[in-house]
Nanobody, 114 residues
Framework: QVQLVESGGGLVQAGGSLRLSCAAS????????MGWYRQAPGKQRELVAV???????RYADFVKGRFTISRDNAKKTVYLQMNSLKPEDTAVYYC????????WGQGTQVTVSS
Protein backbone atom coordinates (compact mmCIF):
# COMPACT_ATOMS: atom_id res chain seq x y z
CA GLN A 1 0.00 0.00 0.00
CA VAL A 2 1.00 3.64 -0.35
CA GLN A 3 3.10 5.05 2.45
CA LEU A 4 4.34 8.62 2.72
CA VAL A 5 6.49 9.22 5.78
CA GLU A 6 7.38 12.78 6.70
CA SER A 7 10.27 13.76 8.92
CA GLY A 8 12.27 16.83 9.87
CA GLY A 9 9.69 18.87 11.73
CA GLY A 10 10.35 20.43 15.10
CA LEU A 11 10.63 23.61 17.11
CA VAL A 12 12.68 26.48 15.72
CA GLN A 13 13.04 30.17 16.45
CA ALA A 14 11.80 32.79 14.02
CA GLY A 15 14.36 33.30 11.28
CA GLY A 16 15.57 29.73 11.53
CA SER A 17 15.48 26.87 9.05
CA LEU A 18 14.14 23.35 8.82
CA ARG A 19 14.28 20.72 6.11
CA LEU A 20 11.35 18.38 5.74
CA SER A 21 11.62 15.04 3.99
CA CYS A 22 8.94 12.70 2.71
CA ALA A 23 9.90 9.16 1.83
CA ALA A 24 7.45 7.33 -0.42
CA SER A 25 6.78 3.66 -0.94
CA UNK A 26 4.06 1.68 -2.67
CA UNK A 27 3.84 4.14 -5.58
CA UNK A 28 5.62 4.71 -8.87
CA UNK A 29 7.24 7.81 -7.46
CA UNK A 30 8.51 9.31 -10.69
CA UNK A 31 5.07 9.67 -12.26
CA UNK A 32 3.53 11.33 -9.21
CA UNK A 33 3.25 15.03 -8.66
CA MET A 34 4.53 15.60 -5.12
CA GLY A 35 3.45 18.39 -2.85
CA TRP A 36 3.61 19.85 0.62
CA TYR A 37 0.53 21.18 2.35
CA ARG A 38 0.05 22.58 5.80
CA GLN A 39 -2.76 22.98 8.29
CA ALA A 40 -2.69 25.35 11.23
CA PRO A 41 -5.10 24.97 14.16
CA GLY A 42 -8.57 26.16 13.21
CA LYS A 43 -7.64 26.64 9.57
CA GLN A 44 -8.10 24.67 6.38
CA ARG A 45 -5.29 22.70 4.82
CA GLU A 46 -3.45 24.81 2.26
CA LEU A 47 -0.95 24.23 -0.50
CA VAL A 48 2.64 25.17 0.29
CA ALA A 49 4.51 23.90 -2.78
CA VAL A 50 4.21 21.28 -5.48
CA UNK A 51 6.71 19.74 -7.87
CA UNK A 52 5.34 17.85 -10.83
CA UNK A 53 6.61 14.59 -12.23
CA UNK A 54 8.29 16.67 -14.92
CA UNK A 55 9.94 19.01 -12.45
CA UNK A 56 7.67 22.04 -12.74
CA UNK A 57 7.36 23.86 -9.44
CA ARG A 58 4.66 26.04 -7.93
CA TYR A 59 4.74 27.85 -4.61
CA ALA A 60 2.13 29.54 -2.51
CA ASP A 61 2.69 33.28 -2.45
CA PHE A 62 3.35 33.27 1.27
CA VAL A 63 6.48 31.07 0.92
CA LYS A 64 8.03 32.41 -2.28
CA GLY A 65 11.67 33.18 -1.78
CA ARG A 66 11.81 31.37 1.57
CA PHE A 67 10.95 27.72 0.85
CA THR A 68 12.38 25.38 -1.78
CA ILE A 69 10.82 22.11 -2.88
CA SER A 70 12.88 19.40 -4.55
CA ARG A 71 12.63 15.71 -5.33
CA ASP A 72 15.00 12.80 -5.70
CA ASN A 73 13.35 10.15 -7.84
CA ALA A 74 16.09 7.61 -7.14
CA LYS A 75 15.45 7.91 -3.40
CA LYS A 76 11.68 8.31 -3.83
CA THR A 77 11.86 11.34 -1.58
CA VAL A 78 10.57 14.88 -1.75
CA TYR A 79 12.07 17.68 0.32
CA LEU A 80 10.99 21.06 1.57
CA GLN A 81 13.77 23.41 2.63
CA MET A 82 12.28 26.13 4.79
CA ASN A 83 14.32 29.25 5.53
CA SER A 84 13.47 32.51 7.26
CA LEU A 85 10.70 30.82 9.18
CA LYS A 86 7.99 32.95 10.75
CA PRO A 87 5.62 32.19 13.63
CA GLU A 88 2.76 32.10 11.11
CA ASP A 89 4.45 29.12 9.45
CA THR A 90 3.53 27.05 12.51
CA ALA A 91 1.39 24.14 11.32
CA VAL A 92 1.30 20.44 10.65
CA TYR A 93 2.97 19.86 7.29
CA TYR A 94 1.67 17.06 5.10
CA CYS A 95 3.23 15.31 2.15
CA UNK A 96 0.98 14.62 -0.83
CA UNK A 97 1.41 12.32 -3.81
CA UNK A 98 -0.92 12.75 -6.75
CA UNK A 99 -1.42 10.54 -9.78
CA UNK A 100 -5.13 10.13 -10.50
CA UNK A 101 -5.71 9.87 -6.74
CA UNK A 102 -4.32 11.67 -3.72
CA UNK A 103 -2.24 10.00 -1.05
CA TRP A 104 -1.24 11.69 2.19
CA GLY A 105 1.33 11.27 4.88
CA GLN A 106 0.59 11.48 8.59
CA GLY A 107 2.05 14.95 8.93
CA THR A 108 4.93 16.49 10.84
CA GLN A 109 4.60 19.37 13.27
CA VAL A 110 6.52 22.57 12.62
CA THR A 111 6.49 25.15 15.41
CA VAL A 112 8.14 28.53 15.00
CA SER A 113 8.60 30.57 18.14
CA SER A 114 8.82 34.35 18.14
Amino acid sequence: QVQLVESGGGLVQAGGSLRLSCAASGIIFMINDMGWYRQAPGKQRELVAVISSGGSIRYADFVKGRFTISRDNAKKTVYLQMNSLKPEDTAVYYCNARYRVDSWGQGTQVTVSS
